[in-house]
């Protein structure tokens, strides 16, 4: 049994958006700038494929029909974000703005966390210089002796 066209049609509709959309759309090729900092972009990808057919009858030839038909598909590549390191830090730096409370909350996670581990070591940073001020000061004599 042969292939019918609107087979051969869908085959080679859907290679072409095999072509066009691959791992690295979504999270594209790492790009690195002169300080060392690694900015990698992510990408929203949507696509659509309709197809159709008919097979028509001859009106000259009864054993003959006739195929009608098309196909066609649509890919958008939206930018979302881009992920970037630098200095041991990553972050994710959105480009559309946030939708909902939610998105924000987790949009903020980063700077919350470096912010805590700022504070963190300030205060690890303030105890030790407390310390080495206390061990490098002169025992005085108890008042009570």
Known sequence: MSEHPIEGMMGTTLDKIRQMVDVNTVMGDPVTTPDGTVIIPISKISYGFASGGSDLPSKANAEKNYFGGGAGAGVTVTPLAFLTIS??????????????????????????????????????????????EQEGAPAQADPQL
Do not use: H, T, W
Request: aromatic letters at 4%.
């Open 87 to 132: 200095g041991g830090n990553v972050r994710l730096l959105q480009i559309d703005p946030y939708n909902s409370s939610a998105d924000r909350v987790i949009g903020m996670i980063p700077e919350v966390a470096d912010k805590i581990n700022e504070f963190l070591s300030s205060r690890r940073e303030k105890k030790q210089q407390e310390q080495a």
